[in-house]
Nanobody, 127 residues
Framework: QVQLVESGGGLVQPGGSLRLSCAAS????????IGWFRQAPGKEREGVSC????????YTADSVKGRFTIFRDNAKNTVYLQMNNLKPEDTAVYYC????????????????????WGLGTQVTVSS
């Protein structure tokens, strides 16, 4: 079965950091575009950061640019989202998704493209 499992969420104070993990099983992650998305209560789902499986290029939303970084570890078949200088407005459920064939990281994030989705992990930023 094709599965994506997110982990690493939790409660953190403003200015703190978290690293989210997206572990893939049933497929080789490096052959796919992978994206991190988030959705807060009452808000639309938004693309946070995506990485291309074909070129390795990345796209990051303006709202988190300079604070969040997406990267993958092919040996572990896992993609990560490093989140620094967290703000209360970052509070949301974070999902990872995979899409094939690999193409544009920007398209995946902006157009909310994903064939397989994880169940999400909660990130809460509060003092």
């Amino acid at each position: 079965q094709v599965q994506l499992v997110e982990s690493g969420g939790g409660l953190v104070q403003p200015g703190g950091s978290l690293r989210l993990s997206c572990a893939a099983s049933g497929f080789t992650l490096s052959y796919y575009d992978i994206g991190w998305f988030r959705q807060a209560p009452g808000k639309e789902r938004e693309g946070v950061s995506c990485i291309s499986g074909s070129t390795g290029s990345t796209y990051t939303a303006d709202s988190v640019k300079g604070r969040f970084t997406i990267f993958r570890d092919n040996a572990k078949n896992t993609v990560y989202l490093q989140m620094n200088n967290l703000k209360p407005e970052d509070t949301a459920v974070y999902y990872c998704a995979a899409d094939y064939p690999p193409s544009s990281a920007q398209d995946m994030c902006v157009m909310l493209r994903g064939y397989s989705w994880g169940l999400g992990t909660q990130v809460t930023v509060s003092s």
